[in-house]
């Protein structure tokens, strides 16, 4: 079966600029989530998706982040403005539901100068 | 929330020996714990879970054990190969509550000729 799709892989902006993020996961998956990896450190969750509901988002910068999954199936995330400390990769992942193992895309590398 | 602490940061062994990474969490109701593998630049990937109702599971060379009373599990790795070398991540969650994953720091091995 095909992974999970993200696009870009890599995006450089300059520091109150506008970026977004797109993530298909892989068919039939409900259950959608954007991850925030700083270098050095694990993956921070974001916000997870159950079809296009929003479960989790407790720790979403809500001022300058924002998702959406229209329809249930793609999503994208935006960050508006860009700060520098939010260079990171961004993950998105899949499952099949919500108890079920977590399949990562390959990431989105942000800098921010 | 959930508090997922992993040491150690860094393990160098040589080819051949074992290695171990450990992981403790705070939170009790947490029911499900992956390990994930992430080379350099990739994504993360799913090595090996283990839910709170075992105590141990193994896969070929690797192992992980769980005490739900200590609220700590490990990664054992035996007859470890070059290929081994990467960042392992230790996470924790609660399915009921929607499978969010609480990473730990993650530990860079090294395995050496």
């Known amino acids: 079966e095909a992974g999970v799709a993200q696009s870009p892989r890599y995006k450089i902006i300059e520091k109150r600029q506008s970026v977004a993020f797109w993530c298909n996961p892989i068919s039939g998956h409900a259950t959608l989530y954007w991850y925030q990896q700083i270098l050095g450190q694990g993956p921070k969750l974001l916000i997870q998706f159950q079809n296009n509901g929003v479960v989790d988002d407790s720790q979403l910068p809500k001022d300058r982040f924002s998702a959406e999954r229209l329809k249930g199936v793609d999503s994208t995330l935006k960050i508006q403005p860009a700060k520098l400390e939010d260079s990171a990769v961004y993950l998105c992942?899949?499952?099949?539901?919500?108890?079920?193992?977590?399949?990562f895309g390959p990431g989105t590398r942000l800098t921010v100068t | 929330g959930e508090n997922v602490e992993q040491h150690p940061s860094t393990l160098s062994v040589q080819e051949g020996d074992s290695a171990v990474i450990k992981c403790t969490y705070s939170d009790s109701a947490s029911n499900y714990f992956p390990w994930y593998k992430q080379e350099l630049g990739k994504r993360p990937q799913l090595i090996i879970d283990i839910r709170s109702n075992v105590g141990e599971k193994k896969d070929q060379r690797i192992a992980v054990t769980l005490n739900k009373t200590a609220k700590h599990f490990s990664l054992h790795i035996t007859e470890t190969q070059p290929e081994d070398s990467a960042v392992y991540f230790c996470?924790?969650?609660?399915?009921?509550?929607?499978?969010?994953?609480?990473f730990g720091t993650g530990t860079q091995l090294k395995v050496e000729l």
């Open positions: 992942a899949s499952s099949p539901g919500q108890g079920g193992e977590q399949y």
């Open positions: 996470a924790a969650s609660f399915t009921g509550g929607g499978n969010k994953l609480t």
